[in-house]
């Protein structure tokens, strides 16, 4: 890339929260693994996307190279218009606390702490509100999504259901412009899974943030306001 | 800080019995270096004290450590002589002007000198004959120079001040020979002169051999035994400050070129035990530290595998490396805290239990209690000498843990 081409690419990308240009992610060995082959998609504030495939297909690679959890071979990922692929470890995990939240398969709470605990643990990190603050807005997080009885829970006096609403109230902790979430529902039962699945397009509806889902379920993919369908690591069908 | 603090502590409490095992380890360890180190450091410090007051802290010597320089070699410093077959000359024995040499001494502020003639005698009594050592000493500077007057069971210098004719001997001397107070003992001198003493004062030491061997009379009476008037063999000098002792009798010997050796310098071979003794202790009770060490390097390596998750969990909600890091060295840094909190009073405990024992050390006629050194320095290189080696165990399963990438453990887990 020349330098010229370089200053463009990290100028400010319009209103999109997030894009990615031509990522593509190989795990480098005897026998190369592409995990994502050139995926290119952008994503404005108020977007539901979700992404689906058959298994294998590389939708959680894909998840983490835009939540900074992993760097592309190729190809750049930008967050609220900024290049990340130029940032260093630290950088980049101070980017996933102040603007991205994410939600995974199992609730991933710390299994020490109560629910709330759990909640103020990004915003005590960020460090931005005093503890009185931190700890008013856990208890409204955890309030709005249902959870006002269950602060002082441990996650495992919790059902599966609780327990992800407990991590999307994590998610949501530090205010983040972008949710990235990894199969979300797949390991709830039906009810709890709806209404996760209402949660997660609500977040979006709010206009402000975007939410980005990787789903199995066609329900849930449905209700997203659009789709990426990925096969083998490439994107096979955008609508 | 706090968070990752509080993340720490809670880590740790998730795991008490693991948690208290390892502190377990530390705890006896701090104790017992804390005691071994006291019980050593008293022992060093009793044993010097023992040094430093019962004996000069300087002593100069009626001799020279190297042949005076010929007269020749003087005059020509630069010029290529060589003598052969230089005896030393014969001197009359004892040191010559001492007088001048005490009175410049002790004009000096801090310094305190007496001269003294000690000779060999023979007691004889009850048809046996006792060798002794005879210390004569001026008798009104007996106090100023030495400590004997701490040890007198009867008696005192005072009745050697008014009794010229006195000796001060010691009480297993009395014991061996049946003497009593008051009693008129006759000594021989190596030249066949023979005086009569009277007993005036009596002192215990506990040095079974001293108490037996030594006795003080007036450096006179000792003169006048041995034909030497006016005569010392020796000058012994107390310093305010002993540890000024080396610096003070090289600058003395250069002075007047008698050798002049300091407490430190006669004492060298066992300055270098004491050393070597202390090399072995610490490397003793470093050693139960370091075994601790690995407990805690166990329960945090532990902690951090199954935290492996967590550990993902929190990078990718945005916690950088080095806080993963500093979470669990804090965890080394709990446990060593913990571990001096309660090793500290503990190795209390035993050096109060130990400072108890009385025992009847080889030499000493006295039982003594175990000499322990109470001071701050003890519990700072007891305390933080766990500390550290709490948080550098805790080093590398704390790099490891920082180095944890969330994806290879998502990856796993979706
Ligand atoms: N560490 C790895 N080494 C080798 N291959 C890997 C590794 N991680 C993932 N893969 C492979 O990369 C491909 C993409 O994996 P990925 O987890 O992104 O798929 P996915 O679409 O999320 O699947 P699922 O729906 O089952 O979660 C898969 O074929 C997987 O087997
Ligand atoms: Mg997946």
Same mark, same amino acid.
């Given at each position: 890339m020349t330098g010229a081409a370089k200053k463009a690419a990290q100028e400010p990308q319009g209103d999109f929260l997030l894009?990615?240009?031509?990522?593509?992610?190989?795990?480098?060995?005897?026998? +190369?693994?592409?995990?994502?082959?050139?995926?290119?998609?952008? #994503?404005?504030?108020?977007? @539901?996307?979700?992404?689906?495939?058959? *298994?294998?297909?590389?939708?959680? *690679?894909?998840?983490?190279?835009?939540?900074?959890?992993?760097?592309?071979?190729?190809?750049?990922?930008?967050?609220?218009?900024?290049?990340?692929?130029?940032?260093?470890?630290?950088?980049?995990?101070?980017?996933?606390?102040?603007?991205?939240? @994410?939600?995974?398969?199992?609730?991933?709470?710390? +299994?020490?702490?109560?629910?709330?605990?759990? #909640?103020?643990?990004?915003m005590r990190r960020l460090g931005r509100l005093s503890d009185r603050e931190i700890k008013a807005r856990a208890e409204k997080l955890l309030t709005d999504l249902g959870l006002g009885d269950q602060v002082k829970k441990l996650p495992r006096q919790m059902s599966g259901g609780q327990a992800q609403r407990v991590a999307i109230a994590r998610a949501l902790a530090n205010d983040p412009m972008l949710i990235l979430a990894d199969e979300p529902t797949g390991n709830l039962d039906t009810a709890s899974s709806r209404n996760v699945q209402m949660i997660l397009k609500d977040i979006a509806a709010q206009g402000n943030r975007a939410v980005v889902a990787v789903t199995h379920e066609t329900d849930f993919a449905e209700k997203a306001g659009r789709r990426i369908h990925l096969v083998d690591g490439r994107i096979a069908e955008n609508a | 800080m706090r968070l990752l603090a509080f993340i720490a502590l809670k880590h740790l409490l998730a795991r008490k019995r693991q948690s208290i095992v390892s502190l377990l380890g530390i705890v006896i360890g701090v104790a017992f270096f804390l005691t071994i180190s006291s019980l050593m450091q008293g022992s060093e410090k009793d044993f010097m004290k023992r040094l430093v007051d019962n004996s000069p802290h300087i002593t100069v010597y009626d001799e020279y450590r190297t042949p005076r320089k010929q007269p020749l070699q003087t005059l020509h410093p630069d010029a290529v002589i060589e003598l052969r077959h230089v005896t030393p000359e014969t001197e009359t024995r004892g040191v010559r002007g001492y007088r001048q040499i005490l009175d410049q001494l002790q004009a000096t502020p801090g310094v305190r000198a007496s001269a003294v003639l000690t000779a060999q005698a023979i007691l004889s009594y009850a048809g046996r004959d006792i060798s =002794?050592? =005879?210390?004569?000493?001026?008798?009104?500077?007996?106090?100023? !120079?030495?400590?004997?007057?701490?040890?007198?069971?009867?008696?005192? %210098?005072?009745?050697?001040?008014?009794?010229?004719?006195?000796? !001060?001997?010691? /009480?297993?001397?009395?014991?061996? /020979?049946?003497?009593?107070?008051?009693?008129?003992? &006759?000594?021989? $001198?190596? &030249?066949?002169?023979?005086? &009569?003493?009277?007993?005036?004062?009596?002192?215990?030491?506990?040095?079974?051999?001293?108490?037996?061997?030594?006795?003080?009379?007036?450096?006179?009476?000792?003169?006048?035994?041995?034909?030497? *008037?006016?005569?010392?063999?020796?000058?012994?000098?107390?310093?305010?400050?002993?540890?000024?002792?080396?610096?003070f009798s090289r600058a003395l010997e250069a002075r007047i070129g008698?050798?002049?050796? *300091?407490?430190?310098?006669? $004492?060298?071979?066992?300055?270098?035990?004491?050393?070597?003794?202390?090399?072995?202790?610490?490397?003793?009770? $470093?050693? %139960?530290l370091i075994v601790a060490a690995f407990g805690i390097y166990n329960i945090i390596s532990t902690v951090v595998m199954e935290k492996h998750r967590d550990i993902a969990i929190l990078k990718s909600m945005g916690f950088q490396a080095l806080d993963i890091q500093h979470i669990f060295l804090v965890q080394g840094a709990l446990l060593g805290i913990a571990g001096c909190l309660t090793g500290l009073p503990l190795g209390m405990a035993l050096m109060t239990a130990l400072g108890r024992v009385r025992f009847k050390p080889p030499g000493l006629t006295d039982p003594v209690n175990m000499p322990l050194d109470w001071s701050a320095p003890q519990f700072i290189l007891a305390g933080s000498f766990a500390f550290a080696a709490a948080v550098l165990a805790s080093y590398l399963p704390a790099r490891k843990a920082a180095q944890v990438q969330p994806v290879d453990i998502l990856r796993g887990n979706t």
């Open positions: 894009e990615a240009r031509e990522v593509a992610r190989v795990l480098e060995g005897d026998v +190369p693994v592409h995990l994502v082959r050139g995926v290119s998609l952008t #994503v404005k504030a108020g977007d @539901f996307l979700a992404i689906t495939g058959p *298994s294998g297909s590389g939708k959680s *690679s894909l998840l983490y190279l835009l939540g900074l959890l992993d760097t592309p071979s190729t190809g750049e990922v930008f967050i609220g218009g900024r290049d990340a692929s130029m940032l260093n470890d630290d950088a980049r995990a101070r980017v996933r606390l102040e603007n991205l939240g @994410f939600i995974f398969q199992f609730h991933f709470l710390l +299994p020490e702490f109560t629910a709330l605990e759990n #909640v103020m643990m990004p | =002794l050592n =005879l210390n004569g000493m001026i008798p009104s500077e007996i106090r100023d !120079i030495t400590t004997i007057e701490d040890h007198m069971t009867q008696g005192g %210098v005072d009745d050697l001040i008014a009794n010229r004719d006195g000796i !001060i001997v010691g /009480e297993g001397l009395m014991k061996k /020979e049946n003497l009593r107070m008051g009693d008129n003992i &006759t000594l021989a $001198s190596s &030249t066949g002169q023979v005086r &009569t003493f009277k007993i005036v004062a009596a002192f215990r030491t506990g040095r079974a051999n001293y108490d037996e061997t030594e006795a003080f009379v007036d450096i006179k009476r000792v003169q006048a035994m041995t034909g030497r *008037s006016n005569r010392a063999n020796s000058i012994i000098i107390k310093l305010a400050d002993p540890n000024a002792a080396l610096a008698y050798k002049s050796v *300091s407490w430190q310098e006669a $004492s060298e071979d066992l300055m270098s035990t004491l050393f070597i003794r202390n090399l072995i202790m610490y490397s003793v009770v $470093s050693a %139960v």
